[in-house]
């Protein structure tokens, strides 16, 4: 609690509750006024959550001029956000772009407090950010936990994750919630045709093209070849 009293006052700090009781008293000699509060009563005891009223007197010792009273509010708040992800559940298989649903709110609610997070492995040494929400998350208009962030699980390799949503409030309290999952995407890449074009006229010159792919798990395998038309002309098989 800071203030400034234009000349060097005698001053007092009463800190009161909602039911105007006085809970903590602070008093001191000066023009500048600085003090910590710890959200405790003169006796010790840690208060309960709520709305504080701080009233600040000053009176000049030579003159006895008294200052009109000054006056804030402070709020305790040891209470954690509430939040959730509701999908995927937990230790679900996941694949391609998957849609997670998430609930998140506090009466503190700090702007940009929301974070997803995921991290490769059972138990991530490392986050990587997706997505941050400047507002509360709250159910849409039919009651369901809305899409936060769709999930492309396609780029990564296949391995246990876990997915975290922070929560933040404006007083320091701290809300995550894991949820683990694991990741398998069957993924084609590195596809090729050579030579292309090629020239299949029995001359002995690039008359076959060899397509090539590779598979980021043992899969069974088929190649359809199509026309223009989308007609298949050949399939191979493996």
Known sequence: IRANINTSADWTINIKDSSNNTKRTFAGTSSYIERTWDGKDTQGNVQPDGTYTYAIDATDPVTDSKANQASGLVTIDTTKPTG?????LANAGLSGIVPVKALANDESWLN???LLYYGQGASPTSWVLVWSSWWPVLPD????PPVIYNWDTSTLPNDDYVLKLGITDRAGNVTNVDVPVKVYN??????????HPFSPNDDNAKDTTTIRAAVNTSADLTINIKDSSNNTKRTFAG
């Open 112 to 114: 940009n407090g929301c």
């Open 84 to 88: 959730s992800i509701n999908s995927p």
């Open 186 to 195: 069957v993924t084609i890449y590195n596809l090729s045709a050579d030579p």
């Open 141 to 144: 208009a039919e009651g369901n």
